[in-house]
T-cell receptor
Framework: NAGVTQTPKFQVLKTGQSMTLQCAQD?????MYWYRQDPGMGLRLIYY???????DKGEVPNGYNVSRLNKREFSLRLESAAPSQTSVYFC????????????FGPGTRLTVL | RKEVEQDPGPFNVPEGATVAFNCTYS??????FFWYRQDCRKEPKLLMS???SGNEDGRFTAQLNRASQYISLLIRDSKLSDSATYLC?????????????FGTGTQLKVEL
């Protein structure tokens, strides 16, 4: 039982390049999330998916797209990376219920030059 | 005003000390509350949920005051291994589901 896995762990991009961050969970959770974490800003929600086939914008969606490929996988795409997207990206998933724990992946450290 | 506010610290305390963190939230419709722990360069992990009646887990006690819209975390007999950032987290039910809002975290350093 691996929980939430993310790839890659580290990435360096040049401005304008594109990339996809991959996320998968093996806990049969319906809800999945993408966050970014910046110093002094806390975790901010980029996009979330309440169930397979649905996605919704979070607090900071501009410059990103997502795909809920199936129940297990939720990917985040940067079409044209900008230095402002330098951050640590966390994927998370959660079971049903108000007090169910949200499990996080190990994070992807992205630098855009 | 931020939805969830925490003192960023750092709180530097000696081993064995008792330390308390507070967190305030602005949305009175908030439904559930949590403390997460985040070690340096690692992902956040759930420390404990915070229930209306207050709850305890070993050396950790969490309290909720809905009237004043704040949550607290008390750590007794601090250990070196308690050094981390503690994130206050609030869940609000929205039209699209329920959403977690994270505070920026309070850094704790426990020293010999």
């Amino acid at each position: 039982n691996a929980g939430v896995t993310q790839t890659p762990k580290f990435q360096v991009l040049k401005t304008g390049q594109s990339m996809t961050l991959q996320c998968a969970q093996d806990m049969n959770h319906n809800s999945m999330y993408w966050y970014r974490q910046d110093p002094g800003m806390g975790l901010r929600l980029i996009y979330y998916s309440a169930s397979e086939g649905t996605t919704d914008k979070g607090e900071v969606p501009n410059g990103y797209n997502v795909s809920r490929l199936n129940k297990r996988e939720f990917s985040l795409r940067l079409e044209s990376a900008a230095p402002s997207q330098t951050s640590v990206y966390f994927c998370a998933s959660k079971g049903e219920g108000l007090y169910n724990e949200q499990f996080f992946g190990p994070g992807t450290r992205l630098t855009v030059l | 005003r931020k939805e969830v506010e925490q003192d960023p610290g750092p709180f530097n305390v000696p081993e064995g000390a008792t330390v308390a963190f507070n967190c305030t939230y602005s949305n009175s419709a908030s439904q559930s509350f949590f403390w997460y722990r985040q070690d340096c360069r690692k992902e956040p992990k759930l420390l404990m949920s915070v229930y209306s009646s207050g709850n305890e887990d070993g050396r950790f006690t969490a309290q909720l005051n809905r009237a004043s819209q704040y949550i607290s975390l008390l750590i007794r007999d601090s250990k070196l291994s308690d050094s981390a950032t503690y994130l206050c987290v609030v869940r609000v039910l929205t039209g699209g589901g329920n959403k977690l809002t994270f505070g920026t975290g309070t850094q704790l350093k426990v020293e010999l």
